[in-house]
């Protein structure tokens, strides 16, 4: 029997109804009194545009099995129909609003705040990565946080290069960013040298050779950027996921999904 603890729709922010979030926390059964657990922070793909919160139940509930608890973390959409539009790094600000809420109630949950992992797919990936690489320009210098790792699942890292590579994309990407030239990326940031450098923060880069959306060399091209440039140590690539873009992510959670096996083991052993 799941007993899973689920709390929906807690927000994080009052600035607008998106800034919500899941929190998936373990069965507490057998359980040492005082035990925390690792946090998961998921932040979904959709191009900044699309995607909801609500469509990874079946992760946020694998992974609490196994003793995580996830926080799946909505932020505002650069939808085209809003009156005033929502644009980059909007949602980086969210992202960054909800992990310092996270920091400042963790004692309502079972998590560690010092043992944060941020994982995300797509445009998440490129989010997680904006907050891991320039930490200070977006949360608290003081906050009693530690991110230990960052998980990207289909990443775009290289805005540029996702251009070049798929041009009918300018349109929403010039949507996004409100501008044909400041398409800032990961793969930008030397984050060797600066004065929040986390020499110590491991990242586990995911990218099926199947997708089809966005191209595997997003991923090799930046692991390579983060190891030579960056001067990351712990710096893993995984491309034996399969299925498509989303199928990944969306099926991540099923375990009769045989296929995604061996990435759930891989996740789940690079956060515990």
Not at 85 to 107: G, K, M
Not at 141 to 147: A, K, L, N, V
Request: net charge negative; charged share 20%.
């Amino acid at each position: 029997m799941d007993k899973t603890a689920i709390y929906y729709d807690i927000a994080y922010a009052t600035q607008h109804s998106s800034q919500k979030m899941d929190i998936y926390e373990p069965s507490l059964d057998g359980v040492e009194p005082g035990t925390l657990f690792p946090l998961m922070v998921y932040v979904h793909g959709g191009f900044w545009m699309d995607r909801d919160k609500s469509d990874y139940l079946t992760m946020g509930r694998y992974f609490a099995s196994k003793g995580i608890v996830v926080a799946v973390v909505n932020y505002r959409l650069s939808k085209k129909a809003h009156k005033v539009p929502v644009r980059y790094p909007t949602h980086n600000q969210d992202l960054a609003q909800a992990i310092s809420w996270l920091v400042d109630n963790q004692s309502d949950y079972r998590y560690d705040s010092n043992n944060i992992h941020l994982v995300g797919h797509s445009c998440g990936a490129h989010m997680i990565s904006m907050i891991a690489l320039k930490p200070t320009d977006y949360l608290t210098p003081s906050s009693p946080y530690t991110i230990r790792s960052c998980i990207g699942i289909q990443g775009i890292y290289d805005i540029s290069q996702l251009i070049r590579d798929y041009p009918d994309y300018i349109s929403e990407i010039e949507f996004v960013f409100n501008s044909s030239s400041d398409w800032e990326a990961p793969q930008q940031i030397v984050s060797h040298g600066r004065s929040d450098y986390n020499a110590s923060l491991k990242w586990l880069i995911v990218h099926a050779p199947t997708d089809q959306l966005v191209n595997p060399p997003q991923s090799s091209n930046f692991v390579t950027h983060l190891s030579q440039q960056c001067k990351y140590t712990n710096v893993e690539s995984f491309t034996d996921a399969q299925g498509s873009h989303f199928a990944v992510v969306m099926k991540l959670g099923e375990e009769e999904e045989k296929s995604l096996d061996n990435l759930r083991s891989a996740i789940l052993t690079f956060i515990k």
